[in-house]
């Protein structure tokens, strides 16, 4: 009350009923404007006339001159009177408002033909709404037409459309005429091709558009690929070039004299004075008395290119020096083992007389240089290449001197050096005064060169590594495919074309088709990338099998994936499971296996379970491409196409490639048998508890009606008697029983053990027939069993019970 409402909507119905003044508008503009009934009047196209024929074989041979005959007799009576549509078995005509007089002789000649004409029933209604819509938008395709390029519409040569072009474009969505599809006039075997041609030609135009699925099953594989054979470039064993050995500074003694210190308790060297507090040696002709010159030589000529010379004193413990001399020193030569374990104590059978040098000796110097070099590096966090240890005396009458080395093992080259660094010392010490300048000793190392065995070794373990990411490159390709299988089939669109017509078989061989015409240009790139990177483990006599095992892999490897896509309802999982099962089965499982062969403990079992690895492509193609790569240096004298290299493997995809499509095929066309699925417990259902008295009486004579028709022969199979009802389309105790959300089982809700009272019947005990060219409106509210009925005739969903029949099939 009080208020004015505007209301847009796109139903006439919606607007007939609610509205009180109605504005239709095209092209900008308002077309027309007032009560639905001056619209009806003013631009009403008069009466709607329909004549519904008779849905059988023969009318629908001969619907072109039933038509004709009936035209002839509208339009006989009724002057301006139009075609309007031929859908199906229904004719529609359009009757002027000025003729409504003569209405009554048309209903008379058609009652006395109605045998003749085959005619079913008839009506007439008045224009509705929505005719006048259409009028109105059929008006703006006109005006459109006519628009001309020109202002002055008045000169004779103005652009207009002519009436060829207008016709076309107000029929735009023509309804096509029984002749339009002659696929009844073809063979199967073209029919197959078409459908074929047909599914290919999607499948071009998707994979255009669609970069995701290209960059997947292309670009993808090219650039991992890429990054494995590049791997080949890095050379394992290479030739290295001569390399100097230079020297490093040194650990030295302190300058001047060294004193040797000992203890006051001097029993256990009773050569010395016991009387002396602490008693110093000095030792002529030492490192660092005057008479010696390797001191000087190594500041003057040495120093500047080996480092400053470091004096350092290393503390000896006094109880660790005495003096041996000649037959004095007695030693064990035999040992009483036995008495000595009795005795616990060392008891000898036999002694001697060792006949030490005439000089001084140290017990334990090596060790405490060693501990004071350890201690000193330690404590500076520093590292040292070598160093110097001189002992304190002179080791004969002609002063030659005793020295020690202390090398740092973990520097391989650090004892060469510290040698040829000494080396140069002696000699610049022994030419100083009669040789000018500087005598140098150079030392050198020039590793081997690569032997023919090691630059196989090399190449051939970088053809293992790229083995590897060529195993997890082409599980892109799988990938790719498994993802438009599945989002095809999540989104009906395989439902869709199976429904439409083509085969299964078609359908399925077409998409394997397609599928090998978008790997194998990857295949195709990645081998000339053998040899733009120089792949040498697969160019030459291994370049043909090589190619061979990346065709025959994807020969095999996309029918193994349709398999798997019966699996998944997402394509996005079902795209990420399958890049880890192949990454899984084809690089891990390949590796354990190699590594498996190579151990002896292992290698037999290993051998029993390659049977069981050889089920999966990816394995196949891995354990050829390792074949390959270390067949030179594992069995150089075998050739690439044998038993054990390549040999079995191709034989094992190729019989795995048409053994899995075959299974595929077989999987398909299984489950289109409701009973196979019972069976598989892929469907449920609870007993029937509907009875005769609950349903209307015309529901009870259409069940009736089909029953007298259902006949089942002794082999329990079931059909229609076309004598008996001879509808198209009959559904014949159709039931569809769900489980309730939440139920699960082992493989989903549909094995789950549920109560038959907890089970959701959606579709009860249906029966109905549609006639051969009849529009058979099925109508319910939301949740009614609409879309479950039509889901199951179709073939989208499996029945729980009952027969459906589409042309007795």
Known sequence: KNRCMVLTTHFMDEADILGDRIAIMGGGKVKCCGSALYL?????????????????????????????????LVFDIISGAQEVALAGSELTYRLPFEETSSFSKVFDALDDNKERLFIKSYGISVTTLEEVFLKIGHDEIDDEADYGKEDDKKEKNQ??????????????????????????????????????????????????RDFRALFCSLFCPVILSGIGLGLLGIEIATN???????T??????????????????????????????????????????DNNTLYPVYVEILQTDNGEMVLVDVDVDPSEYYIVRAGEKEECLQVDIPASIEAQELVCNKTGTRYGPDFPFYTGITEDFQDYLLNKASAEDTHYYNAFLFYPYS????????????????????????????????VNDIVNDDVDGTVTIEASMEPLPVTQRQDLVSSQISGFIATIYLVIAFSFIPAAAIYFMVNEKTTLTKHQQLVSGISFIAYWFSNYLADLCIGLPASILVFLSVYVFDAEAFQGEAAGPFFGVLVMFLFSCLPFTY???????????????????????????????????????????????????RIFPVFLMCDSLFAISLKELINPTADYNDWDICGRNYFLMFIEGVGYFLLVLLLEYLLTFPVVLQKLGLVTNRPLTETDDELDRDVLEEKQRILKGVKQDENGNVSIDKSIVDDTVVIAGLRKVYNPAGAKGMCGSCCAHVADQNKIEAVKNLYFGVKQSEVFGYLG???????????????????????AFIANF
């Not at 509210?781 to 027969?803: D, F, I």
């Open 781 to 803: 509210v939301n949740g009614a069993g609409k879309t479950t009925t039509l889901a199951t005739l179709t073939g989208e969903r499996y029945p729980s019970s009952g027969q």
């Open 240 to 246: 290295e070039p001569e390399i100097s050995l230079s």
């Open 159 to 208: 652009i207009r459309m002519d009436e060829t072009a207008k016709r076309d474009a107000q029929n735009q969505f023509k309804q096509p005429t029984v002749s339009t599809f002659a696929l009844q006039d073809q063979n199967a075997f073209q029919i197959f091709f078409i459908h074929v041609y047909a599914v290919l030609y999607k499948r071009f135009w998707w994979s255009i």
């Open 248 to 289: 490093v500074p040194g650990f030295y003694d302190s300058v001047g004299d060294v004193f040797i210190h000992t203890t006051n308790d001097t029993s256990g060297v009773p050569e010395l004075n016991a009387t002396a507090n602490e008693m110093a040696l000095m030792i002529p002709n030492n490192f660092y008395m």
């Open 40 to 72: 009806k009047q003013q631009y009403g196209v008069g009466y709607t006339f329909t004549v519904s024929l008779e849905a059988n074989d023969e009318t629908s041979k001969d619907i072109d001159s039933i038509k004709k005959k009936v035209d002839e």
């Open 395 to 426: 080791m004969t009458t002609n002063n030659q001197k005793r020295v020690y080395f202390g090398v740092n093992g973990s520097a391989y080259h650090a004892l060469p050096v510290t040698t040829n660094l000494w080396n140069n010392w002696i």
């Open 563 to 613: 398999l798997l896509s019966f699996l998944f309802k997402s394509p996005a999982k079902a795209q990420l499971t399958t890049i880890l099962v192949y990454i899984m089965f084809g690089m891990i499982l390949g590796l354990a296996s190699f590594i498996l062969d190579q151990v002896e403990s292992t290698r037999e079992t290993n051998e029993d379970l390659k049977p069981l690895y």
